[in-house]
C-alpha cells in the first residue's frame, strides 16, 4: 500500500479515501516492520558497547546516567526533530531517501545551471547513496549475530555454534529473496509490535525496580559525562550513535507508508518502546556492573532467554529484509537515473510495484555479509565498522536539506542555518567518533561506498560522453529525409520501431539499416523512452506521439525513477494514441556500441576500460525492456571513448 501525497516539495499526505486514523493504524503498524526494524534492533547491541566496545567506559553510576541521556537526547534530536519532523518534508512526491532527494536538487540545478554548489551537491548525493550499501551489508551481519549471541548468556555449551547459526540463517534469509515478501510481510508489522511491547515490558520490569535512573532524562548527565571522562567520553559517542543507524533507511522507506503513519509509529510505539528498554538495561547496570557484558539479554529472567533469543533473531532477520529491499530500490532508482548499468529485476508481486528483486545484487550482498561474518566473527567486532559510513550519510543528507530548505521551501537563512547548525554539530560529533574505528574496520563501508562511488561515476559519465558521441555521428532528420530527394529508399511493409537516447536526432541503427540494408519500413517509429527525475510519472503524461513526414512518428515515453519502463506498456498506450500496428509486422531495431577506450580527452582510460566492461556486462536492452526477442534486429557499431 502507497501514500500519494499533493507533488510539492513538503506537501501534507492526500490519501486516497478517508484519511481515517483507523487507515494511519494499520499503515503505522506496516511501518513497524518495515522501516523500525534497523533501529529497533538496536538495544541488542548498542548500550553493550558503550560500555564493553573498543571504546567503551566503565560501568559507574555516573557514566551510566550520561551514557542514556546521550541515548534520550541523540533519538529525540536525530530522529524525532531532524527526520520525522523535518527531513521527511523533502519528500519526491511523495517518495524519500537520498537519491529522491538528490533528484530535487537535479530539477534545481536545470531552474539555474550556472549555481556552482549544485555539481558538488549531486556529487555528495551520489557518495551518500554509496554509503548506504555498506549499512545494507553490516545491518544484516550485526543484527542477526547479536540476536543469536544471546545463547551466549544462556549457557556456554552453544559458544562453538552461534557462527554456523547465524551463518545458516542469513543464506535463508538471502535464498528466498527470490519469493519476495508479498506472502510474509503481512506479518512483519504484528511481529514487530510484539518485539516493541517486548522491549518495552523488559525495561518496565527493571525500571521499577531502581526509577531514579530516570534522571538520566535530564541533559545534564550528559554534560557532566564529557566533563569527567573527556576523550573517553567523547569516543563513548560511537557507541550511541548505534541507537539511530536506522534513519536513513526510515527516509527512504518513506515513500511506503507516507509520513504521517511512519510519526504515528514512532512517537507512539517505536520510541517509548525504545526508551523503556534502554533505561531498563540501565537500571540493570546501576544495581549490576557486569551486566554490561550483554544487559540486553540479562534484562529477561531465565525462562524467557531462549524464545527472546527466537524472538531477537526474528527481528533481526525482519531488520536485514528491510535493509536489503531498501538497497534493490536504491539500486533501481539509480537505474533509471543514469547511474547504474541494466540489471535484471524481477517483480515478485503483482500488486505491489515496489516489491522487487535483482539476483546479482543479491548474490554480491550474501558473498559481502558471509565474509563480514567470517571476518569479524563477533556483533562487538561488527560494531567498529558500523556507524562511519551513516554518519557520513546523515551529514550528506543535513547539507542537502538546507538547500532544499532554502531554495524549494524558501525558509529564511538565519531560520535554516541555527536549525542545521544543531544538527551537523551533533552528527558531526558522531563522525568524529566515529572516525577512529576506521582502523578497527571502519574501512570496510569506506571501501564500498568508494568503490560504488566510482562504478556509479563511471558509468554516468561514460553515458554522457558516449551520448555525445553518438549525436556527433548523427544527423538531424529532417536532413536526412530531405536527402532522399528523387531517389527514396524502397519501402517494405510493416512497422520498424527504432529505439534511441537522443530524442531529436536520428538513430544510428536507422542509419546503419539504410546503409546496409538500403531499406525503409512503411511505417518508422523513433522511440526515446526518459527517465524524469520525478518518482512516477502521471499515465496521461507517460508516452506522446508526434507524426513526422514520410511515415515517420517520433514516440517519447517517460517513466518516474521508482517505475520500470517496458515496451508492452509503451505500445499499449501508443495505440490509444492512435499509433496503429500489428506486432507481428513489426521490427524493433537496436543499437550495440563496442566501446574502445583512447587516451582523447575524456576520461582516465582506466575508467574508460571500467566503462566498457559494465557496458558488456549490462543487461540487454532486450530482456530490460520486455522487447519481443523475436522481433529484434540488433546494428552494432565501433565506439572510440
Given at each position: 500500500?502507497?501514500?500519494?501525497?499533493?507533488?510539492?516539495?513538503?506537501?501534507?499526505?492526500?490519501?486516497?479515501?478517508?484519511?481515517?486514523?483507523?487507515?494511519?493504524?494499520?499503515?503505522?503498524?506496516?511501518?513497524?516492520?518495515?522501516?523500525?526494524g534497523?533501529?529497533?534492533?538496536?538495544?541488542?547491541?548498542?548500550?553493550?558497547?558503550?560500555?564493553?566496545g573498543?571504546?567503551?567506559?566503565?560501568?559507574?553510576?555516573?557514566?551510566?546516567?550520561?551514557v542514556?541521556?546521550?541515548?534520550?537526547?541523540?533519538?529525540?534530536?536525530?530522529v524525532?526533530?531532524?527526520?520525522?519532523?523535518?527531513?521527511?518534508?523533502?519528500?519526491?512526491?511523495?517518495?524519500?531517501?537520498?537519491?529522491?532527494?538528490?533528484?530535487?536538487?537535479?530539477?534545481?540545478?536545470?531552474?539555474?545551471?550556472?549555481?556552482?554548489?549544485?555539481?558538488?551537491?549531486?556529487?555528495?548525493?551520489?557518495?551518500?547513496?554509496?554509503?548506504l550499501?555498506?549499512?545494507?551489508?553490516?545491518?544484516?551481519a550485526?543484527?542477526?549475530?547479536?540476536?543469536?549471541?544471546?545463547?551466549?548468556?544462556?549457557?556456554?555449551?552453544?559458544?562453538?555454534?552461534?557462527?554456523?547459526?547465524?551463518?545458516?540463517i542469513?543464506?535463508?534469509?538471502?535464498?528466498?529473496?527470490?519469493?519476495?515478501?508479498?506472502?510474509?510481510?503481512?506479518?512483519?508489522?504484528?511481529?514487530?509490535?510484539?518485539?516493541f511491547?517486548?522491549?518495552?515490558?523488559?525495561?518496565v520490569?527493571?525500571?521499577?525496580?531502581n526509577?531514579?535512573?530516570?534522571g538520566?532524562?535530564s541533559?545534564w548527565?550528559?554534560?557532566e559525562?564529557?566533563?569527567?571522562?573527556?576523550?573517553?567520553?567523547?569516543?563513548?559517542?560511537g557507541?550511541?550513535?548505534?541507537?539511530v543507524t536506522?534513519?536513513?533507511a526510515?527516509?527512504?522507506?518513506?515513500?511506503h507508508?507516507?509520513?504521517?503513519?511512519?510519526?504515528?509509529?514512532?512517537?507512539?510505539?517505536?520510541?517509548?518502546?525504545?526508551?523503556?528498554?534502554?533505561?531498563?538495561?540501565?537500571?540493570?547496570l546501576?544495581?549490576?556492573?557486569?551486566?554490561?557484558?550483554?544487559?540486553?539479554?540479562?534484562?529477561?529472567?531465565?525462562?524467557?532467554?531462549?524464545?527472546?533469543?527466537a524472538?531477537?533473531?526474528?527481528?533481526?532477520?525482519?531488520?536485514s529484509?528491510?535493509?536489503?529491499?531498501?538497497?534493490?530500490?536504491?539500486?533501481?532508482?539509480?537505474?533509471?537515473?543514469?547511474?547504474?548499468?541494466?540489471?535484471?529485476?524481477?517483480?515478485?508481486?503483482?500488486e505491489?510495484?515496489?516489491?522487487?528483486?535483482?539476483?546479482?545484487?543479491?548474490?554480491?550482498?550474501?558473498?559481502?555479509?558471509?565474509?563480514?561474518?567470517?571476518?569479524f566473527?563477533?556483533?562487538?567486532?561488527?560494531?567498529?565498522?558500523?556507524?562511519?559510513?551513516?554518519?557520513?550519510?546523515m551529514?550528506?543528507?543535513?547539507?542537502?536539506?538546507?538547500?532544499?530548505?532554502?531554495?524549494?521551501?524558501?525558509?529564511?537563512?538565519?531560520?535554516?542555518?541555527?536549525?542545521?547548525?544543531?544538527?551537523?554539530?551533533?552528527?558531526?560529533?558522531?563522525?568524529?567518533?566515529?572516525?577512529?574505528?576506521?582502523?578497527?574496520?571502519?574501512?570496510?563501508?569506506?571501501?564500498?561506498?568508494?568503490?560504488?562511488?566510482?562504478?556509479?561515476?563511471?558509468?554516468?559519465?561514460?553515458?554522457?560522453?558516449?551520448?555525445?558521441?553518438?549525436?556527433?555521428?548523427?544527423?538531424?532528420?529532417?536532413?536526412l529525409?530531405?536527402?532522399?530527394?528523387?531517389?527514396p529508399p524502397?519501402?517494405?511493409?510493416?512497422?520498424a520501431?527504432?529505439?534511441?537516447?537522443?530524442?531529436?536526432?536520428?538513430?544510428?541503427a536507422?542509419?546503419?539499416?539504410?546503409?546496409?540494408?538500403?531499406?525503409?519500413?512503411?511505417?518508422?517509429?523513433?522511440?526515446?523512452?526518459?527517465?524524469?527525475e520525478?518518482?512516477?510519472?502521471?499515465?496521461s503524461?507517460?508516452?506522446?506521439?508526434?507524426?513526422?513526414?514520410?511515415?515517420?512518428?517520433?514516440?517519447?515515453?517517460?517513466?518516474?525513477?521508482m517505475?520500470?519502463?517496458?515496451?508492452?506498456?509503451?505500445?499499449?498506450?501508443?495505440?490509444?494514441?492512435?499509433?496503429q500496428?500489428?506486432l507481428?509486422g513489426?521490427?524493433?531495431?537496436?543499437?550495440?556500441?563496442t566501446?574502445?577506450?583512447?587516451?582523447?580527452?575524456?576520461?582516465?582510460?582506466?575508467?574508460?576500460?571500467?566503462?566498457?566492461?559494465?557496458?558488456?556486462?549490462?543487461?540487454?536492452?532486450?530482456?530490460?525492456?520486455?522487447?519481443?526477442?523475436?522481433?529484434?534486429?540488433e546494428?552494432?557499431?565501433?565506439?572510440?571513448?
Amino acid at each position: 500500500m502507497k501514500a500519494t501525497t499533493t507533488g510539492v516539495p513538503g506537501g501534507e499526505d492526500v490519501k486516497k479515501g478517508p484519511d481515517t486514523f483507523k487507515r494511519s493504524a494499520l499503515l503505522a503498524l506496516g511501518a513497524l516492520g518495515i522501516v523500525y526494524g534497523d533501529i529497533g534492533t538496536s538495544p541488542l547491541y548498542a548500550l553493550r558497547e558503550c560500555f564493553t566496545g573498543a571504546h567503551g567506559i566503565p560501568p559507574t553510576p555516573a557514566n551510566v546516567l550520561g551514557v542514556l541521556s546521550l541515548i534520550f537526547w541523540s533519538l529525540i534530536i536525530i530522529v524525532s526533530v531532524k527526520y520525522l519532523l523535518l527531513v521527511m518534508k523533502a519528500d519526491n512526491r511523495g517518495e524519500g531517501g537520498i537519491l529522491a532527494m538528490m533528484a530535487l536538487v537535479m530539477q534545481r540545478q536545470r531552474a539555474q545551471p550556472s549555481h556552482r554548489a549544485r555539481p558538488v551537491l549531486i556529487t555528495l548525493g551520489i557518495f551518500g547513496a554509496a554509503l548506504l550499501y555498506g549499512d545494507g551489508i553490516i545491518t544484516p551481519a550485526i543484527t542477526v549475530l547479536s540476536a543469536v549471541e544471546g545463547l551466549h548468556v544462556a549457557t556456554s555449551v552453544f559458544d562453538p555454534y552461534v557462527i554456523p547459526i547465524a551463518l545458516v540463517i542469513l543464506v535463508g534469509l538471502f535464498l528466498v529473496q527470490r519469493h519476495g515478501t508479498a506472502d510474509i510481510g503481512a506479518v512483519f508489522g504484528p511481529v514487530m509490535c510484539v518485539w516493541f511491547l517486548t522491549l518495552a515490558g523488559l525495561g518496565v520490569k527493571e525500571l521499577v525496580h531502581n526509577p531514579a535512573v530516570l534522571g538520566a532524562l535530564s541533559p545534564w548527565h550528559a554534560v557532566e559525562l564529557f566533563r569527567h571522562n573527556h576523550l573517553h567520553g567523547f569516543l563513548v559517542l560511537g557507541g550511541v550513535f548505534l541507537v539511530v543507524t536506522g534513519c536513513e533507511a526510515l527516509y527512504a522507506d518513506m515513500g511506503h507508508f507516507g509520513r504521517k503513519p511512519i510519526q504515528l509509529a514512532w512517537f507512539s510505539m517505536v520510541l517509548p518502546a525504545l526508551m523503556l528498554n534502554y533505561l531498563g538495561q540501565g537500571a540493570l547496570l546501576l544495581r549490576d556492573a557486569s551486566a554490561a557484558r550483554n544487559p540486553f539479554f540479562l534484562l529477561a529472567p531465565s525462562w524467557l532467554l531462549y524464545p527472546l533469543v527466537a524472538l531477537a533473531t526474528v527481528a533481526g532477520v525482519i531488520a536485514s529484509q528491510a535493509l536489503i529491499a531498501g538497497v534493490f530500490s536504491l539500486t533501481r532508482q539509480a537505474m533509471q537515473l543514469g547511474y547504474s548499468p541494466r540489471m535484471e529485476v524481477v517483480h515478485t508481486s503483482a500488486e505491489e510495484m515496489g516489491q522487487i528483486y535483482l539476483p546479482g545484487l543479491n548474490w554480491a550482498l550474501l558473498v559481502g555479509v558471509v565474509a563480514l561474518v567470517l571476518g569479524f566473527r563477533s556483533s562487538s567486532a561488527l560494531a567498529s565498522a558500523y556507524g562511519i559510513a551513516v554518519s557520513t550519510a546523515m551529514v550528506i543528507t543535513t547539507l542537502m536539506a538546507y538547500v532544499v530548505a532554502r531554495e524549494l521551501w524558501g525558509v529564511r537563512r538565519w531560520v535554516a542555518m541555527p536549525v542545521v547548525g544543531l544538527f551537523l554539530t551533533v552528527e558531526l560529533a558522531f563522525f568524529g567518533a566515529n572516525a577512529v574505528k576506521v582502523a578497527d574496520g571502519g574501512w570496510f563501508p569506506l571501501l564500498m561506498a568508494v568503490v560504488v562511488f566510482t562504478l556509479m561515476t563511471t558509468w554516468k559519465r561514460g553515458r554522457d560522453i558516449l551520448a555525445a558521441k553518438l549525436r556527433a555521428s548523427s544527423i538531424p532528420l529532417k536532413e536526412l529525409l530531405g536527402s532522399f530527394g528523387d531517389h527514396p529508399p524502397v519501402r517494405v511493409p510493416g512497422t520498424a520501431i527504432f529505439m534511441t537516447g537522443n530524442a531529436e536526432g536520428t538513430p544510428p541503427a536507422l542509419l546503419h539499416n539504410l546503409k546496409h540494408n538500403k531499406v525503409l519500413h512503411e511505417q518508422v517509429v523513433l522511440l526515446t523512452i526518459l527517465s524524469e527525475e520525478l518518482p512516477h510519472v502521471p499515465h496521461s503524461e507517460r508516452v506522446e506521439v508526434e507524426p513526422l513526414e514520410q511515415g515517420f512518428v517520433r514516440v517519447v515515453a517517460r517513466y518516474g525513477f521508482m517505475e520500470n519502463p517496458g515496451i508492452p506498456d509503451v505500445l499499449k498506450r501508443c495505440r490509444e494514441k492512435g499509433l496503429q500496428f500489428q506486432l507481428m509486422g513489426t521490427s524493433f531495431f537496436l543499437g550495440r556500441e563496442t566501446l574502445i577506450p583512447t587516451k582523447r580527452p575524456g576520461m582516465a582510460v582506466w575508467r574508460e576500460a571500467l566503462f566498457a566492461w559494465m557496458s558488456r556486462n549490462a543487461r540487454s536492452a532486450t530482456s530490460y525492456f520486455r522487447i519481443p526477442p523475436n522481433r529484434v534486429v540488433e546494428l552494432g557499431a565501433q565506439v572510440e571513448l
